[in-house]
């Protein structure tokens, strides 16, 4: 495994793979690595001759009042962790190597950023798929992996990629959660005992609205009002959204009739967490 820190020596290590036939995997994170982050790092491996990771918490997809200075870091451990998987090449930049002194350029979706969290969160799609499009451009890869939990987020990605013609496939992997159901996150660190035992209610949420689908429910305004009354049981949690949404678009739809995004944002005391399911897939 090689650590780099600068996109001249990442870019002659990515050409040298290709150069040599190789297909190249990438796998963009902000570290705090957990098992989510494995998953699709062991699909990469699976999938891509050579794999290499980022480990790079962007500040620009953070808002004024959002965790971006106490955001969990950890270069050495995180490391450690993809090396025994197996990972390549580690690409590690500073802000200042990725966001030069002067830079004015954005990268945005229309429409697509200002729904779901880029509602609640403004200006946080611009600053990923900013962020997401440098690393395409520097590393190259032949194909990208992202977790499922950022449905939203792929959706923008994936629509960056065809308008603006990328030569990267987005391989998408499933969520993985801990045995009681909670989505992993990086974010749950921050969770007390407490918090966590309550933030099981969003992929109870989740579930009692996938069961109802299963009965033969359609109506998206019905299975959206039992997902909230299932987040209204639990005092410690403030919902943000819960929508459910074409899963391209992003876009709301009146009844599954077709595969869709049920997704949901809240609050678990100060930490905000998020969680989804595909209906009719």
């Known amino acids: 495994m090689k ?3 600068t996109i001249a020596e990442i870019r002659t290590l990515s050409r040298s793979a290709r150069t040599a036939g190789q ?5 963009p994170t902000m570290g705090a690595l957990h098992e989510g982050h494995l998953s699709l790092v ?15 918490v962007n500040p620009t997809q953070f808002g004024p009042q959002e965790d971006f200075a106490r955001y969990p870091r950890n270069l050495e451990a995180d490391c450690a962790v993809l090396e025994r998987e197996g990972v390549d090449y580690i690409f590690a930049p500073s802000t200042e190597e990725m966001y ?9 979706v ?6 779901l969290c880029g509602k609640s969160r403004p200006g946080h799609f611009r600053g990923v798929t900013t ?27 994936r629509r960056m990629v065809r308008d603006l013609n990328m030569a990267v496939h987005i391989e998408i992997c499933p969520i ?7 989505a992993m996150s990086s974010r749950n660190a921050y969770l007390t005992a407490a918090e966590r035992k309550s933030a099981l209610v969003l992929h109870r949420s989740l579930m009692r609205v996938e069961n109802l689908f299963r009965s033969g429910e ?11 009354i299932e987040i209204a049981s639990e005092p410690a949690v403030r919902l943000d959204y819960f929508e459910i949404v074409n899963p391209d678009t992003l876009e709301p739809t009146p009844k599954v009739s077709t595969p869709a995004l049920v997704a949901v944002a809240a609050f678990v005391g100060k930490t905000r967490l998020i969680d989804n399911v595909v209906l009719g897939a």
Do not use: M, N
């Open 100 to 108: 030069p002194s002067g830079s004015v350029t954005w990268v945005t």
């Open 110 to 115: 229309e429409g697509l950023s200002d729904r």
């Open 23 to 27: 297909t190249l995997g990438l796998v």
């Open 131 to 157: 962020v997401v499009s440098k690393l395409f451009h520097i590393v190259e890869p032949d194909i990208a992996f992202f977790g499922q939990k950022d449905a939203a987020q792929h959706a923008i990605i």
């Open 3 to 5: 650590l780099v820190h």
């Open 218 to 228: 359609q109506d998206s305004d019905k299975l959206i009002q039992a997902g909230r």
């Open 176 to 182: 993985v959660r801990e045995p009681d159901g909670l």
């Open 42 to 56: 062991r699909t990469a491996k699976a999938k891509a001759d050579v794999v290499a990771a980022t480990i790079f």
